[in-house]
Nanobody, 127 residues
C-alpha cells in the first residue's frame, strides 16, 4: 500500500502562482512514477502532469504546458506541482497519483494506469 497526502491548495485570483505538494508513504522502496490529475465539478478526472521514477521524464497536458512544472523532491517520495499564471479553468480538485513498479522513464497519463490516489486538494481560481 502507498498513501499519498496532498497539500497546498486554496482560493487564489487569476494570474497568481500556487504550489501543490504530495508526500508518499508506505511502499516507498518500490519504484513509482507520480503525477497529478484534476477534476472539475461534474466532469471526468483529467491528466495534468506526470514525472518518471528517475525524474528525467515529464509530461504535461496541453492546457498547462509552459505554466505548470512538476518535480520530485530529493527523497523521491515527494512530488511538487508549481502552477503559474493560474486561470479560472484550472479550478478543480487536484489528485496526486502513483504508478508502482515502473522503469526509470515511464510517465503515466491515463487514469486507468494509476495504482494509488490521494484524497484530493481543492484549487479555486477566481477571475
Amino acid at each position: 500500500q502507498v498513501q499519498l497526502v496532498e497539500s497546498g491548495g486554496g482560493l487564489v485570483q487569476a494570474g497568481v502562482s500556487l504550489r501543490l505538494s504530495c508526500a508518499a508513504s508506505g511502499r516507498t522502496r518500490s519504484r513509482y512514477a507520480m503525477g497529478w490529475f484534476r477534476q472539475a465539478p461534474g466532469k471526468e478526472r483529467d491528466f495534468v502532469a506526470a514525472i518518471s521514477w528517475s525524474g528525467g521524464s515529464t509530461d504535461y497536458a496541453d492546457s498547462v504546458k509552459g505554466r505548470f512544472t512538476i518535480s520530485r523532491g530529493n527523497t523521491q517520495n515527494t512530488v511538487y506541482l508549481q502552477m503559474n499564471s493560474l486561470k479560472p479553468e484550472d479550478t478543480g480538485g487536484y489528485y496526486c497519483s502513483a504508478k508502482l513498479d515502473v522503469n526509470n522513464d515511464y510517465v503515466p497519463r491515463r487514469v486507468i494506469c494509476i495504482d494509488y490516489w490521494g484524497k484530493g486538494n481543492l484549487v479555486t481560481v477566481s477571475s
